[in-house]
């Protein structure tokens, strides 16, 4: 009598199954098995970025409130939608946002600035349907036309099926020393609105879609670029296999 093993892939997990070769030709018995517990396999990270950005280079375009108490830029990307997110996970490494113009009369590096990520359970998003996942909090020295990237400490890890991800720029213009910034992108088109929170100047006491303020507003596209690594869950092994 010879007994092969092969494995059968349903749904991602590993079943063992046994079969039994009888002495008759071409007779097989098939050999029912419980597995307790799987080895899932578990394959080396992807890195990849995700962009809603039609054109991820230029930089020839700003919208700017110009307020003291605070100002929003953000995007939100369905995980879901993206073909390179091919894993069940995805781990946030680094935001890279387009600046447009820094300027402070002194040239320091004053202005404060703060990337958050959010995971949000409405879309599009609101204030209250967002959830803090990570924080960057940093200054920008005097610059024209340039991208700016940050490293995000925490790694946060999101399920790409089902979670949609926020990502916030918010800035803080300096009236003691006149620093204002211009976040950057161009007019190049977008696969998903640019929204803007600027209660000073615009009335948004609400994350906003900044098309909704008309003619020129409706062409910016916010340049913003999310870099991470795709990964499957954490796999465990085959503990037991009890053949009946």
């Known amino acids: 009598m010879n007994r092969k093993w092969f494995e059968l892939v349903v749904a991602g997990t590993f079943f063992f199954i046994s079969t039994v070769a009888l002495a008759q030709p071409f007779a097989t018995k098939y050999v029912k098995g419980t597995v307790t517990s799987v080895s899932v396999p578990s394959f080396p990270p992807s890195t990849t970025t995700i962009t809603e950005s039609t054109d991820t280079t ?7 409130c110009g307020g003291y108490s605070g100002s929003s830029f953000y995007r ?12 069940a996970k995805f781990r946030l490494l680094a935001v890279t946002f387009g600046v447009f113009l820094v300027r402070s009369d002194d040239g320091g590096p004053t202005l404060p600035m703060t990337v958050n990520v959010y995971s949000t359970s409405a879309m599009p998003p609101k204030l209250a349907s967002l959830t803090l996942l990570d924080s960057v909090s940093f200054s920008l020295p005097d610059s024209g036309a340039t991208t700016y990237t940050v490293v995000l400490p925490h790694q946060p890890v999101m399920t790409v099926a089902t979670d949609t991800l926020v990502v916030e720029v918010f800035y803080i213009n300096n009236a003691t020393n006149n620093s204002t910034f211009f976040i950057g992108g161009n007019d190049a088109g977008q696969s998903a609105p640019t929204y803007e929170r600027a209660p000073d100047c615009f009335g948004f006491e609400d994350i ?22 795709t990964e499957d869950p954490t796999p465990v092994r085959l503990q037991s296999f009890d053949v009946e």
């Not at 230029?58 to 700017?64: C, K, L, Q, Y």
């Not at 939100?76 to 894993?87: G, V």
């Not at 098309?211 to 910016?220: I, P, T």
Request: charged residues 15%; proline residues 2%; aromatic residues 12%.
């Open 58 to 64: 230029t930089i020839d375009d700003s919208v700017n």
């Open 76 to 87: 939100a990307f369905s995980l879901a939608t993206f073909p390179s997110l091919d894993r």
């Open 208 to 229: 906003t879609d900044v098309a909704s303020l008309g003619a020129f507003f409706d062409q910016f596209s916010l340049l913003m670029l999310v870099n991470g690594v």
